[in-house]
């Protein structure tokens, strides 16, 4: 099956996936697939240890797995076992963590200097994870305030410009380069992950901030934007989603006062009235 897909050209970062999430499974059942049901199925599902969404995910790749064995006869037609097990919702199950802006003062502070534009462009412009590992400086349209993500680089279809703000500004102007990626460790697709995790963690462990909040510079950039802005519509259209999901999420876990320190996180002497991140001690 991936194989197939990787003549077809799909990306590495797809097959990557596929074979990351199969992998486990086949493993789990050394057996001819039409010996598998949807009980075995349903109970390697309920077994990981992970977010719905994440367990989703896992299920639809499993589901394509069963498909490929459709297509070439390993199993009669409508007898996908994975068709039958749960989708899970998730509506209420992932708690959205942020972090304050004194906080964020500690990350930016504590960060290595490769990881710092990456974790600016997070926090300050809401890019997902896999958005900023695959962004090239070439998007970062600092002329323009924009940052372009374009579909082949976000979840989402279609392309969107996520702002750069004035303080996001601030801290890119002296660190963006004309070409190259932003964040720029690793080669293949999954070590470029590790390494992004493991500046995170480093990030966090020196800030004294462990452990790593999931997803949380997006879901702090989200908060802090509608708040300060109190435009719902606006922030889903920078951020990428729809604004039934701004509004049922983001909206009110932050006060404008909140937002506007959160958009007013500047490098050392970058201006007056501003959260200034403290001096590094010297040796």
Known sequence: MIELRRKAKASERYLVDLRCRSAPFIKAFPVHPASVTTADCQRYLDGLECASG????????????????????????????????????????????????????????????????????????????????????????????????????????????????????????????????????????????????????????AAGLLPWRHNSLRHSFCTYRVAATQDVARTALEAGNSASTIFAHYRALASEADGKAWFAILPPHSAANVVHLPQAAKA
Request: proline share 5%; aromatic share 8%; charged share 25%.
């Open 54 to 205: 994440t367990r989703n995910a896992h299920r639809q790749i499993l589901w394509r797995l069963f498909a490929h064995c459709e297509s070439r006869g390993y199993i009669p037609r409508g007898t996908n076992p994975v068709a039958g097990t749960q989708v899970l919702t998730g509506k209420h199950e992932d708690t959205i963590e942020v972090w304050t802006p004194k906080e964020m003062v500690k990350l930016l502070a504590a960060a290595d200097p490769a990881y710092l534009p990456a974790l600016a462009v997070g926090a300050f412009a809401g890019l997902r994870t896999s958005e900023i590992l695959a962004l090239d400086w070439r998007d970062v349209r600092l002329a323009d305030r924009t940052i372009k993500v374009v579909h082949r680089k976000a979840r989402c279809a279609g392309t969107r410009l996520a702002p750069i703000t004035d303080n996001l500004f601030a801290w890119l102007s002296p660190l963006a380069k004309k070409i190259g990626l932003v964040w720029p460790r690793g080669r293949e697709w999954k070590e470029r992950e590790r390494t992004i995790t493991a500046a995170q963690n480093a990030s966090v462990a």
